[in-house]
């Protein structure tokens, strides 16, 4: 890496190229060719999706991408905040189409009208699915590599309750899918909840997780909606009660996207490149053999070694000829992979191999005997050490102020009184030229920094990308 | 089923829905919602793809849906081909954009400029990479599930080579790795080489996989196609050669899409349901406790045999309360689950289960000390079975003839001689309603079924999907 991480938006634009994640050259704006080691990088984590919400009772399906204008248009709200946005298709051939169809920009719109005939009885409930899938946004915003695109990797749950208790519920099960999640991914958050003004279009209430990135701005990661009856009276998805009567479900949804390699590259990353979690890195352990003499032999040991790996890692052997060791530690720090084994004549005399972690360079020899667990230990230890680290510095860009240049000022979430009124928020935000990102979960006592009421909520107040 | 299988069309429009593979009501004509069991059949055909072209050496990608009219129109046989069948994407909200974006058809058009980036060099060759995406056709034809839908899922692979032998090298992979994916699916084909006026626009040659459908129509499942420099020159896609000078590079591709069950559902299935080959089946033996007394104890032994099996098979047991094992076993023939293990009272006194086979409806007692491995070979065995009398049935519908009547009333492939030209190949599908849906790959003599003229070349003749 040429730049620093220091100057975050251009280190992050460059390390996502550099370290093989994207090809940013597509000829259309906001749309990005993912490259083999970004799209595995990715399906390790679409791969979490399915098992955790496969684990949760979830199933996935796949509904079509396109939605007539005429469904789309059903939910008031909803096709408010999202008119300005989708792309329109138009034309099948050289023939105008006689309904309009919609790119999906979320799929309520596609589902719902499928719930209503899905679900009949009380015996129909709970019905939960996913589906991982492609949407697409006509950002008019700039855009920015896996945090702000016009096609975004997506994954999306889909939950209808016969009550509101049960639609509260699953929002309670969703934020314990969410923290397994995040720590898979070793990503710090805070979960807070939107303020009416920011909510999703059609939600009753919406909950973000939101992370800090090195930029002192924040990024919402997941987003978690309840819905309770909003959509289900606009699309009619009623149900018969055991006492007889019909009421319409209550709905829950939970968002997440490629943002979350964003996250992981720009709150991980450093000088040297990215750093990936190893519970998702698509390469574990790269073996890089050190050949001073014994050029053949060396190369059988690592193949030896890639084998004996293999079956307990995710390993690659880089045995290019035409690179130098060194070129070829500089290529994968590159690229993040959380360990290096080396391997050379000397390793060999030895019965040893050298292990070196990318988060902390530590260079450890162990014995060939003991290796395979000593791997699987310092593997969880970098996990753990990322996610620590990260919590340490987001902790640290958490800060309470009771003057607004303060708030206006710090690099990360301020932390202030609010009296809840619209009036005051929109001063907070007008006047610290920032956004009340959302307020906390819970309840607490203290004054608005606007009106000095007494309040017993905070705002949350950062520049969100 | 209440529709049997002899009345083929009706069949297979109910079977798919029954069997809860796909639900049509989606209010986009040639647009469905692929359900979790449906879903999850065509996910594991996905997983076998990533594996099996993995091992032949391709990176798996992902490039953007949307392709910008000036990219699209840079390969002139292409876009005649496709001009009428693709669907314009023209506004971004209320906006007209300034360049008119096509969902791909097919993704060529969206790739090749960037590989004109990513290949500078003899060292950059060969390139292979596949993405599994979703594709979408305007189609004006009646629509049919699987079969022919405007939202296709889709696989493709795209190679790059310096030479015109490397490509053809590939064509012959790609044959091989077909061979393969036939297998794992159980389904018969054969080879056909596309007529000029049939081949994929753009294509030097293209290589058709034909499997026939009960009805004696022709599904082509598979198509390998030899571009050679028809692209690369249109996309410069040029390459530094050892020696100094530069080239163009050859390529190929290989398509397959969601057809491939569609020829499963339609192949295999009987007058009770689908039948699945065990290799995909997403439940490979289903469990069905009879319970005539001792329910809880049943119940514990079933699940004890599921945690067993879940080892080795892709099991499900089938506990829900309110079903007789009669409506369960209907249930699961229907949706085609090879191998049924039922456990009940007197099973449990003789230490044994009752195994059936989805296929032959054979029942089988095996003791419970070695039902893991006699599964095993059931399994092996109805994979095998399904493909064995697939590939009898297709053989019996490939005939033979010298009579034009005769390839007229013929349900299946005619084969028949062809001097191989146009004037004759349109009179051929004139005079049978049919059509040229290749010719051999191996030469053959013969005389045309229309001039008399002696020749090397048979037509294959039939009335394909």
New interface residues.
């Given amino acids: 890496m040429e730049v620093s991480k220091e100057n975050f938006p251009e280190w992050y634009n460059e390390v996502i190229e550099e370290a093989g994640l994207v ?1 940013k ?4 704006k906001g ?6 080691y970004g ?2 990088l990715m ?1 390790n984590i679409d791969e979490y999706f399915r098992y955790i919400f496969t684990k949760y009772n979830h ?8 939605v ?1 204008e ?2 789309f248009k059903k939910e008031g709200e909803h096709i408010k905040g999202f ?13 105008p189409l006689d309904v309009k ?1 919609v ?1 999906r920009p979320t799929s309520e719109t ?1 589902m719902y ?2 719930f209503s ?2 679900i009949r009885t009380h015996a129909d409930l709970p019905l939960k ?1 996913f589906q991982i899938v ?1 949407i ?1 946004r ?1 950002e ?1 915003k700039q855009t920015r590599a896996f945090i702000r695109m016009r ?1 975004v ?1 997506f994954f999306e749950s889909h939950t209808a309750h016969a009550t509101a208790e049960e639609a509260e519920e699953q929002i309670r099960e969703n934020i314990e899918i969410w923290k397994k999640i995040a720590k898979k991914l070793a990503l710090p958050y805070i979960l807070v909840r939107k303020t009416e003004w920011d909510k999703f279009p059609g939600a009753h209430y919406s909950i973000g997780a939101e992370t800090i990135m090195p930029s002192g701005r924040t990024l919402q990661v997941a987003t978690i909606h309840q819905y309770l009856q909003n959509f289900s009276r606009a699309y009619n998805i009623e149900y018969l009660k055991e006492d007889g009567t019909h009421d319409y479900v209550h709905q829950t949804t939970f968002g997440m996207s490629e943002r979350l390699v964003g996250a992981i590259v720009g709150i991980h990353g450093d000088d040297r490149g990215i750093i990936l979690p190893p519970e998702i890195a698509p390469i574990q352990v790269v073996i890089v053999p050190i050949i001073t003499k014994d050029k053949e032999k060396i190369l059988r040991e690592a193949k030896k070694i890639k084998e004996e790996l293999q079956e307990h890692f995710r390993v690659h052997l880089d045995d290019r000829d035409n690179y130098t060791p060194g070129y070829k530690f500089y290529d994968w720090e590159l690229r993040g992979v959380p360990l290096r084994l080396e391997i050379g004549p000397r390793d060999m005399e030895n019965e040893q191999v050298i292990l070196v972690r990318r988060d902390t360079f530590e260079k450890i020899a162990v014995k060939r005997s003991e290796y395979i667990s000593k791997i699987e230990v310092l593997l969880k230890e970098i996990q753990e050490n990322l996610l620590h680290k990260a919590e340490e510095e987001m902790r640290e860009k958490i800060k309470e102020f009771d003057d607004l240049e303060d708030v206006k000022n710090h690099k990360g979430i301020a932390v202030v009184g609010w009296c809840g009124s619209y009036e005051c928020g929109e001063k907070i935000e007008k006047l610290t030229e920032k956004k009340i990102i959302g307020i906390p979960m819970e309840k607490r006592k203290g004054r608005c920094i606007i009106c000095g009421k007494e309040t017993d909520m905070m705002a949350y107040v950062a520049k969100p990308y």
Same sequence: chains 1, 2.
């Fill in positions: 090809d050259r597509y000829p259309v749309m990005h060719v993912w490259l083999p799209w595995q399906r199933q996935e399906v796949y509904f079509p991408l396109l007539p005429t469904e008119e300005n946005e989708v792309y329109w298709v138009t034309h099948g051939g050289t023939t169809l790119l596609a009208p499928i005939l899905w699915i492609n697409f006509y008019t096609e990797h």
